[in-house]
């Protein structure tokens, strides 16, 4: 499968778009290769493209300004939009960076030409609310999950949220994400392995 068609298949499922509406976007949309630490966007850069991932794990993070440790905020892979939402739809700076944590490939659009698409189709206006909708919700249930959830529900949830991604990701990086330290997450995957 072509990598256009990959993500016209993506976006039927994700917006209803339908093969007409895709084809407007068609001449919109280019394909990037990131090696594993290349920037997707930095920190106090405008996100001026919406990425939509076609293989490879991309992570967005802030360093901490006392410690200079990096802490995860955002992990996307395969079959997920990667941008930095809030800066993308305001085109204002980005408050975190977001790097390629594999090699990846990405097919994205400029914000210039979203917004064509926007004016010139209800569907597209549609995906565009359907996006940030999607923005929210994400945010939203990582905020939540600090709140309400142990480390090891964390866990759990990021084993099904991303499955292949304990092969992919170095484990400091999940323990980043988790919010917990490397040890914390080796007693907790112990625990969970003799049960």
Known sequence: MELTEKLGLALEQFAGLSKQDFELSVPFWKTIHYKKGDFYNQQKSVCKYLGFVVEGVFRSYIIDEKTGEEKNIFLFSGNQFVVSFKSFIQ?????YHTTAL????????????????????????????????????????RTESFLFQTPEERYL???????????A????????????QGPSLSRIRKRLSHR
């Not at 979203?114 to 923005?135: D, I, M, P, V």
């Not at 990701?169 to 917990?180: C, D, K, M, N, R």
């Open 91 to 95: 085109q204002i700076p980005c408050d």
């Open 102 to 141: 594999t090699p990846a490939s990405v097919i994205h659009i400029h914000i210039a030409d979203l917004l064509k698409l926007y004016q010139q189709s209800h569907k597209w206006e549609s995906f565009g609310r359907l996006l940030a909708q999607e923005a929210f919700n994400v945010a939203m249930a």
């Open 157 to 167: 949830n990021l084993i099904k949220d991303y499955p292949d991604i304990f092969n």
């Open 169 to 180: 990701v170095p484990l400091y990086h999940i323990s980043s994400y988790l919010g917990i």
